[in-house]
């Protein structure tokens, strides 16, 4: 079944000219953008363009092209309608489709990229405890959760190795910051908790990109159901899954 609509989309494209295909994919993504930010449909499109620059990453990294086929496209059509005066090359053809695809039918990060098998601790549980589950894991990034089933931070193996730095230069000795203090007690000493973020299941990995983009600082995002930390986390990515979201949006 997969195989015959990939031919058949082979065969459509084969039955439309360059221009047809330019034109098609330039439509969809003046329409996915106004659409999507509330713009009006008679703004120019360098102008939606630059617009939308602020909310989303993929159109930020193909700025340029896309004000480019903005010009493109009033050059290969008449000013009074549709009529083709020229015909784009292949590669233009293939990259506007590709950005129109990024945009109007976007990768769910659940999907390719969130890791399903999320590891989590129960906020009552000894230093000791969650060291021993984050090196047995090779997770350096482990969910804690309280009594009310609240996700109420993040359990980073960096994190942990300065709170004990802290512990002992402040007196403390090691078997006191191992079994006497919690990783409820060391989260609660994060001065703030932008460290971590939640996001919806529906979440695309553009998005998902854009934040750790826009928070250096950014450790882990974890996707619930409605994006709510009292849901039961359906997966997790974390800084090591930039790189991964780079490939799947270049590849897209």
Sequence with gaps: MIEEINVDNIEDKVKQTNSMRFLSAFNNIDYAIKTRYNMNRSMGFSEAIRKAVAFNFIVRKYEDDLISYGRLRNSIVHDNGDYVIAEPHIEVVEK???????LTTPPKALEVVARRDVLSVHSSKSMRDVIMLVASSSYSNIPVFNDENEIIGIANGQKIL???????LSGGNETAFLDSVKIEDMLSKIENSNYYAFANKDITVEQALALFHQNSKLLAVLVTENGGAKEKP???MTGSDVLKMNKILENY
């Excluded at 300065?162 to 002992?168: E, N, R, V």
Aim: aromatic share 12%; proline share 0%.
């Design 96 to 102: 506007i489709e590709k950005i129109e695809r990024l």
């Design 162 to 168: 300065d709170s004990f730095g802290k512990f002992l």
């Design 234 to 236: 359906l997966g997790i």
